[in-house]
């Protein structure tokens, strides 16, 4: 969760690696700081500060009071230490020659640390990462790349690591293993970057590193390793959007520009994968014979993924008749989950990166399970350890609260689940061809959506004052409450839970009072009665029910809820999928009136790359 950047080139370095971790401070922004190799004084110059960017920035006058072409730098989001100047990184080792930035934790830094004071070393940070830096200096004896080898050996745990020493001033070191880490190749220059958007406006050039390897950036080029040691070619890709695709486009905020990007998001993520009235994907490795002899479907996934695994199990189970269960990637490692190489594990992430979901995924191909992963950050690690991937394609997503990543998440294994009901012979002709066709529809009936988005600003102006809220469904109604409580109370920080309606009576219920807000989520036909009498027996209890429904159930609903907001009709696979909208548009305008810092919530980053 936090951002690393490198440069070495022919410019100075500090203006470089600034603009680098601006785009970089949504995985972490509590401190930052860089360290340039100074060649009038032959040593590091290492800057580094508490708070956001700016501070550091202003600090350095943009990097321009830091001379040297070749440096490392990064944004921080804590795990080990509180933030301070002190543990913001690149952290340096005692005798000053080496500097590290790290991204992820090294599980075995207390006993190493013990080794090197032992040693005689002196600490000055609270930081793992310092462990690091410490300890290539006490193993360097003039071959940096032999230290950072043995310092290999030696340390556990997830790191993404920048590394540069005063002694070899015309390279910097990069290593990756299970944090995320991408090289940019340039014109006499090279770069390192914790994703894509740090150097787009430098290069297109990019290698994804792998595990284990490691690699050598100079003027010249990159030179890879692997965790033996040995040469590797590493396959160069080129990064065809645009930077502007990771800016705001005039929006005020992230999240508000990725709510209205859903719908071409969608179109992206779609339109590409029905073709003559069927689903396909491309370079799709599983057999219809392995789909035919799949017992078990196991999502997995945490936050707002989890949501759209939730949703996925009533989809996939109505359409394939195959049992599928969800559980938290953080929950699966430790339950001893009964998994064989019948068990299809469908692992969700936006990222690509979340720990608890990679490790998750290990246990899951440990016990034999095939990977299936939907992902939209290409090249991510969770992809690249997946036997089959399907991207959404959203684009870059920045705000920490997913909004088309989920949407593009919920699209595809709704897409899947119709692709494995088309070979099982599960779903009707007609049902499937509605579905589809509806699928087509998603996009433009979602604008449609989008364009009532200032009722939905008014409602929030009524409620933005509540300090708890209850949002009741069932069915798929339930799934998206789920996602719609997860909106609100991680940009607004309003507490908010989520409840299967029928499950209100067994006790909770007893928290509704006068003026409750209760978001009642009534889309799903089947159940729409079931979903009214639950209205009146919040209503009936002093509740202020804000109801979500579709068109031709908006009548009845209004005769009972206070307010109603609707969406129009669709296949009933794709409910969620418009109804989740709403319910983001609800989060935005609250947490906008509460005014909260929408894209960077507090306590939270967009990728959770620890435990
Ligand atoms: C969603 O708005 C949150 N930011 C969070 O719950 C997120 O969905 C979760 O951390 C999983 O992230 P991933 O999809 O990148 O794995």
Redesign the pocket.
């Known amino acids: 969760m936090c951002g690393i950047v490198g440069y070495v080139g022919s410019e100075q370095a500090a203006p470089v690696l600034l603009e680098g971790l601006s785009r970089l401070e949504y995985r972490g922004y509590d401190s930052a700081g860089v360290a340039v190799y100074s060649q009038r004084e032959g040593t590091l110059s290492v800057h580094k500060a508490k708070g956001r960017l700016q501070v550091l920035s202003d600090l350095l006058q943009g990097g321009a009071a830091v001379e040297g072409t070749v440096g490392i730098g990064h944004t921080r989001w804590a795990t080990h230490g509180a933030p301070s100047d002190v543990n913001s990184h690149p952290q340096v080792s005692q005798g000053g020659k080496i500097a590290v930035v790290h991204n992820g934790i090294i599980e075995n830094y207390a006993e190493l640390k013990a080794f090197l004071v032992d040693k005689g070393v002196t600490f000055v940070s609270e930081t793992d990462t310092e462990v690091v830096a410490q300890l290539i200096e006490y193993f360097y004896d003039g071959d940096l790349l032999a230290a950072v080898g043995r310092v290999l050996h030696r340390i556990k745990g997830a790191y993404a690591l920048g590394i540069l020493c005063a002694d070899t001033p015309d390279q910097l070191i990069a290593v990756r293993k299970d944090s995320p880490l991408i090289l940019g190749y340039g014109k006499g220059c090279s770069f390192m970057a914790s994703d894509v958007t740090a150097i787009l406006k430098h290069t297109r050039e990019v290698g994804y590193m792998e595990d284990g390897e490691i690699a050598v950036l100079t003027r010249e080029g990159i030179q890879c390793y692997n965790h033996l040691m040995q040469p590797i070619q590493k396959e160069i890709s080129h990064v065809d959007w645009e930077i502007d695709a990771a800016e705001k486009g005039g929006y005020e905020h992230f999240m508000f520009k990725e709510i209205m990007e859903q719908p071409e998001a969608l179109r992206r993520c779609v339109f590409p994968r029905i073709r003559e009235g069927e689903v396909w994907f491309e370079d799709f490795g599983l057999s219809e014979e392995y789909i035919r002899s799949i017992q078990k479907i196991y999502i997995v996934?945490?936050?707002?993924?989890?949501h759209v695994g939730m949703v996925g199990k009533y989809n996939l189970e109505r359409l394939t008749r195959i049992p599928v269960e969800v559980a938290l990637a953080s929950e699966f490692r430790y339950m001893d989950p009964i998994v064989n190489d019948r068990t299809l594990v469908v692992v969700?992430?936006?990222?690509?990166?979340?720990l608890d979901?990679m490790a998750a995924l290990r246990e899951a191909r440990k016990l034999g399970g095939r990977i299936l992963s939907i992902v939209?950050v290409v090249g991510s690690s969770?992809a690249r350890e997946s036997d089959e991937v399907l991207y959404t394609w959203a684009g870059p997503e920045i705000a920490?609260?997913?909004?088309k990543?989920?949407s593009t998440q919920m699209a595809l294994i709704d897409l899947l689940g119709l692709y494995f009901a088309r070979i099982l012979g599960t779903v009707e002709e007609q049902e499937y061809r509605s579905a589809l066709d509806e699928m087509l529809l998603l996009p433009a009936k979602m604008e449609e959506v989008l364009a009532d988005k200032d009722d939905i600003q008014y409602f929030a102006s009524q409620y933005f004052n509540h300090d708890s809220v209850f949002f009741i469904g069932r069915n798929l109604d339930y799934a998206l409450g789920l996602e719609g409580s997860?909106?609100l109370k991680?940009i607004s920080y309003i507490h908010s839970e989520a409840y299967a309606s029928g499950e209100l009576k067994h006790g909770t219920i007893s928290l509704i009072e006068d003026g409750t807000l209760v978001v009642a989520l009534g889309t799903y036909g089947r159940l729409f009665e079931k979903a009214m009498s639950n209205v009146v027996e919040v209503k009936s209890r002093g509740a202020d029910v804000l109801a979500l429904t579709t068109k031709s159930h908006e009548k009845e609903m209004r005769e009972t809820a206070n307010a109603v907001i609707t969406i129009p009709d669709t296949h009933d696979l794709l409910l969620p999928s418009l109804g989740v909208v709403p319910l983001q548009l609800f989060a935005y305008y609250v947490a906008l009136m509460r005014g909260c810092d929408i894209d960077k919530p507090r306590n939270?980053a967009?990728?959770?790359t620890v435990e």
């Open positions: 996934a945490c936050g707002s993924s989890y969700i992430s936006q990222s690509g990166e979340t979901t939209n969770i920490v609260a997913t909004t990543a989920y997860l909106k991680e939270l967009k990728s959770v």
